[in-house]
């Protein structure tokens, strides 16, 4: 899957800290996609080169790849 925010957090205050990153009902969205069978997702809002990944209790892993920009430097 692809979006622009976060669905899964890349460390961990950033909910507290830096919430505008992640989507609205981040822990439900992610769970329900997983368990649904997404098991990876590109974002790229924070413009940053991150892997972060959560495992559903049904056992079901949704990876969280954040890519950078163009427009940031030096370009990923």
Do not use: C
């Not at 909910?15 to 009902?25: C, E, G, H, R, S």
């Not at 649904?36 to 209790?57: L, P, Q, R």
Request: hydrophobic letters at 35%; proline letters at 7%.
């Amino acid at each position: 899957a692809f979006g622009h925010h976060g669905w899964v957090p890349h460390f961990s205050a950033q909910p507290k800290v830096l919430p505008m990153y992640l989507i609205d009902n981040y822990k439900s969205v992610a769970t329900n996609l997983a368990n649904a069978g997404i098991n990876y997702v590109f974002t790229s809002h924070a413009h940053t080169n991150d892997v972060s990944e959560m495992t559903t209790k049904a056992g079901n892993r949704l990876v969280d790849i954040e890519t950078g920009s163009l427009l940031t430097y030096p370009n990923p």
